[in-house]
């Protein structure tokens, strides 16, 4: 028997030039903008593209490890680490090859747009957040053989 694991998912991105700074490698905001599209694609393959405009970021953090330089391909895990009763948090990871290059984790508030404060995830959502494993994610093709 198979135990459910949580959903996840990895996405390719390259770095643009208006991905990286003054020193020529990306720039640190670049990593938020590469996990909210991993997160727009896990929660697309869930069909759960209609939470966005209800889960505000609430806590964000990340190590940065190495330097990306324009043109190089960055590699995004993203997987469910936690649900409670109405947070999510995710856990990333970003690699270029075999290298880990930043590591962190994003945490999100199902809130209720009628009112103030949060409301909890509906069954359906947490059992898909919780027990979908990994996804199909969007992996770009780095040279022609």
């Not at 700074?21 to 909210?36: C, P, Q």
């Not at 993203?78 to 994003?106: C, I, N, P, Q, W």
Request: negative net charge; aromatic residues 8%.
């Amino acid at each position: 028997m198979t135990i459910p694991s949580p959903a996840s998912v990895v996405v390719d991105r390259r770095v643009e030039w208006q991905d990286t700074d003054a020193a020529g490698h990306y720039h640190h905001s670049t990593v938020i903008r590469w996990v909210e599209a991993a997160e727009a694609v896990l929660l697309d393959r869930l069909n759960l593209a209609g939470l966005f405009g209800t889960i505000p970021r609430v806590r964000y953090e990340v190590d940065y490890a190495e330097r990306l330089w324009f043109g190089d391909i960055a590699t995004i895990t993203l997987s469910v680490d936690r649900v409670g009763t109405s947070s999510l948090r995710y856990e990333f990871v970003v690699t270029h090859g075999e290298k880990s290059v930043a590591r962190g984790a994003l945490t999100v508030v199902q809130t209720a747009s009628e009112s103030a404060g949060s409301k909890p995830w509906p069954d359906q959502v947490r059992v898909a957040l919780e027990c979908s494993g990994r996804l199909p994610g969007e992996r770009m093709v780095t040279s022609i053989t």
